[in-house]
């Protein structure tokens, strides 16, 4: 009989590995991605496309699933008793539990569309979310900047072809497919591992002249395939949402960039630290490959800001390695 999400969380929580309110949490994030699930399969049909009218913290337009999304996050972990406050891509500020409902002990960050551009062309997006234990009494923006090697649970969902939802509670990354039919999620893969090598690289190649030196030099290397130094050829993947290509990174390895560019020095890079890079972080370190801002590991950056950006460079680690050696010479 094939395990259900519940019944893997029930075995994590008998292993010690997760308490009740992470388990009744992560329960709640399932249940509230199929609400999620519903709308983005529904597009047009539910009038969900298109921009709101409306710019996010970050300066960005906002799209009308951006901020329904984000509303479906808050109704679906407010009540579980298992938080004590929010933050998310889509607000300028953490949410503290409203008095009416219970405070737990954690903190949820998301970002509860991620690849917004790719809503209304019908291609791959998803919602990140990351999980870490909350200080006792008020909580602030700042309690939510700690390193991401303290998060305890990290994931995403992903709205594609199927819908499928990827989990590591710190004890391995596994995988559940969602059953459109019971409405249950399954698990499908589990203890993934990234292959230490690939032949699969993944970055905006239109941003080129922005690169800093080691990331045309890397970059270079890959393009000359066998005929440079790394001595095979790359293929190529560009699918402008971050959890699809470190969906793809997972299923079968390969080296995902978005790095800091000389446009804006102001921003380290496009993605987002608290809420895009740590939980993804998490998932890559904890099925074997390797995440750094092209210096140090992201996990091990101290955050300064709730939307700080960070440059990334995640998935099989003789790249990631290869490449942020680069940034030391
Ligand atoms: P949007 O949510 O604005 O589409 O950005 C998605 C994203 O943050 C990340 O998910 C992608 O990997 C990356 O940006 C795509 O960036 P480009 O639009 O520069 O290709």
Not at 290 to 299: F, K, P, Q, S, V
């Given at each position: 009989m094939s395990k259900t999400l519940q019944q893997f969380l029930a075995e994590q929580f008998s292993a010690g590995n997760i308490d009740q309110q992470l388990s009744d949490l992560l329960n709640a994030v399932a249940d509230l991605s199929k609400n999620i699930n519903d709308k983005v399969t529904h597009g047009a049909l539910a009038g969900v496309l298109g921009f709101a009218g409306t710019d996010n913290v970050q300066g960005e337009h906002q799209k009308k699933l951006d901020i329904i999304t984000n509303e479906v996050f808050i109704d679906g972990v407010e009540?579980?008793?298992s938080i004590a406050a929010m933050a998310s891509e889509e607000m300028d500020h953490s949410l503290s539990t409203p008095a009416e409902f219970r405070r737990g002990k954690y903190l949820i960050m998301f970002d509860p569309l991620?690849?917004?551009?790719?809503?209304?062309?019908?291609?791959?997006?998803?919602?990140i979310f990351s999980i870490s234990e909350a200080p006792e009494g008020k909580?602030?923006?700042?309690?939510?900047l700690?390193?991401?090697?303290?998060?305890?649970?990290?994931?995403?969902?992903?709205?594609s072809p199927q819908t499928i939802l990827t989990l590591t509670v710190g004890h391995g990354v596994?995988?559940?497919t969602l059953n459109l039919g019971t409405g249950q999620y399954i698990l499908t893969k589990e203890n993934i591992r990234i292959p230490e090598q690939t032949q699969e690289f993944a970055i905006n190649m239109s941003n080129m002249?922005?690169?800093?030196p080691p990331v045309q030099k890397y970059v270079k290397e890959l393009l000359e395939g066998e005929t440079g130094p790394l001595g095979k050829n790359f293929n190529m993947r560009w699918v402008a949402a971050m959890v699809a290509e470190v969906h793809r990174v997972l299923c079968r390895g390969g080296?995902?960039?978005?790095?800091?560019?000389?446009?804006?020095?102001?921003?380290?890079g496009k993605l987002r630290l608290m809420y895009e890079a740590n939980p993804m972080a998490m998932l890559i370190e904890q099925a074997g490959g390797?995440?750094?801002?092209?210096?140090?590991?992201?996990?091990d950056l101290q955050p300064e800001k709730l939307h700080q950006r960070v440059a990334v460079f995640l998935g099989s680690k003789e790249e990631v390695d290869r490449v942020t050696s680069y940034h030391k010479n």
């Open positions: 009540w579980t008793g991620d690849g917004s551009s790719n809503i209304d062309i019908n291609a791959p997006i998803g919602s909580v602030t923006d700042e309690s939510f700690k390193k991401g090697r303290s998060q305890v649970a990290a994931g995403y969902v992903m709205y596994y995988m559940f002249r922005h690169w800093e080296i995902f960039m978005y790095p800091r560019d000389n446009r804006d020095p102001s921003k380290p390797r995440a750094t801002n092209g210096h140090e590991d992201i996990l």
